[in-house]
């Protein structure tokens, strides 16, 4: 397992962003917390917005290599949501922290109901919110 149970949090970052980079992360590790741990890297080391174009094409880059696995596929609303909400996160953290202080202090990014808290169903499996974001129908993102 390369990416994250907490058996696995020894591994680098460095190291999983390479594997990343590469489309080389098993499909079965390529979880709601590894898109966690890419975006929170990507946004630490580069700032949300030259973040943004690298997480964006790094996951549709995996999701090429794998599309014979993939049932849901890449969502414009869903990266862009995360992306947005993951940098809030970090500018409310101190200067240095790790991915695990992230994620102990948002522990909520990781329960799988947290989008449906933004937004109903409806938007979510509305074809256009795959190819364009839209913004959340039920509660509005934190500014």
Do not use: C
Request: without cysteine.
């Amino acid at each position: 397992m390369l990416y994250y149970q907490r058996s696995f949090r020894s591994i680098g970052d460095e190291i999983f962003m390479q594997a990343f980079e590469n489309a080389s992360v098993p499909f079965a590790d390529w979880t709601h917390e590894a898109h966690l741990r890419m975006a929170w890297n990507y946004i630490t080391k580069h700032g949300k917005d030259m973040a943004t174009p690298l997480i964006k094409t790094g996951i549709q880059k995996f999701n090429e290599k794998n599309k014979h696995k993939i049932t849901y596929g890449y969502s414009e609303t869903v990266t862009m949501f995360y992306i947005h909400i993951i940098s809030k996160a970090i500018s409310h953290l101190p200067v240095g922290h790790t991915f695990e202080d992230f994620i102990i202090s948002n522990k909520e990014l990781t329960e799988s109901a947290y989008l449906s808290t933004y937004y109903s169903e409806h938007v979510l499996n509305d074809p256009i919110s795959k190819l364009t974001f839209i913004k959340p129908d039920k509660i509005s993102l934190p500014s």
